[in-house]
């Protein structure tokens, strides 16, 4: 099996020979179930922005709109009129080797992030929990301009797929359809959605899910894990409030990371965090 490599806008290098990468969760949606990653006031997301980036992170995940299915639905109207002010905020002040991950399904707020990004010479990738499921636009939109994207493992609805073997099977299906429509895979990056995502889903699921991350390395493509203070934690320590289960995140990355995950989506960005990712991916380097 070849070692998985891509280079996202010729300048951020993933893959297993090269450290893992770091994205910060910056949330703009008061439903998230983790308050503490929500900025509703640009003040403080720019605070938080230039602490991640102080702190290791190289893409910076922005999203307007809860994606926990139990969260208050919104409209996308609802969504631009969060997202717009404060990805331009993020614009002004962020290096320009640092990426910004748009955290949306839906095509109206890629175009908006897209049309922002090329004022002021910024890059995008695109993070869509969905697969591409819920606006088939936003596709169009991604294939049109050649738009990096984070597959999320689902089959008709977001994180609905329960094994390994089905979020294979799944994203096989999603890149042989990209591919036939003239898009270049180096732009994809999967995550196999960890997460409470729909109600047969238990944590004995993501449990194995992480444990058997290795075997995602058969699509050749980089990985990334959305573990951060996630419920399938709770579950498994007894921990339902979210601000006890930061352990139990670094516990679960860490293993994730040995295990083959290029990149961590994160809330929480400080040196315990980078030294266990780090001493996890060059165990996994001497793996025999």
Request: glycine letters at 4%.
């Amino acid at each position: 099996m070849n070692k998985i490599y891509t280079k996202l806008f010729d300048f951020l290098e993933i893959g297993d020979d090269f450290p893992t990468i770091i994205m910060g969760v910056l949330n703009l949606s008061p439903e998230s179930f983790y308050k503490g990653s929500v900025y509703e006031r640009l003040n403080d997301l720019e605070k938080a922005t230039l602490k991640m980036i102080n702190n290791g992170a190289k893409i910076l995940d922005l999203g307007a709109r809860s994606t926990a299915p139990w969260s208050e639905k919104i409209s996308i109207d609802k969504e631009l009129s969060r997202f717009t002010p404060a990805m331009k905020k993020i614009c002004e002040i962020i290096p320009k080797e640092i990426i910004i991950s748009v955290d949306t399904q839906y095509q109206k707020v890629a175009e908006r992030a897209l049309d922002i990004s090329k004022q002021f010479d910024k890059r995008i990738i695109i993070n869509d929990v969905s697969c591409l499921k819920t606006d088939p636009k936003l596709q169009d939109l991604i294939i049109k301009n050649d738009l990096p994207i984070i597959l999320m493992a689902s089959k008709k609805i977001p994180g609905d797929l329960l094994t390994i073997k089905e979020i294979i099977n799944e994203f096989k299906k999603t890149i042989k359809l990209l591919k036939s429509k003239g898009y270049d895979g180096n732009g994809i990056i999967l995550d196999p959605g960890i997460g409470h995502w729909i109600e047969k889903k238990t944590y004995i699921y993501d449990l194995k899910i992480i444990n058997n991350l290795s075997k995602l390395k058969i699509l050749e493509k980089p990985i990334l894990v959305a573990i951060s203070r996630k419920s399938f934690i709770a579950s498994t320590l007894n921990r339902s409030d979210p601000e006890e289960r930061l352990s139990g995140t670094l516990s679960a990355t860490s293993i994730a990371v040995y295990n083959g995950a290029h990149i961590v989506r994160t809330h929480d960005i400080d040196i315990n965090l980078l030294d266990m990712i780090n001493m996890a991916r060059i165990l996994r380097n001497y793996k025999s």
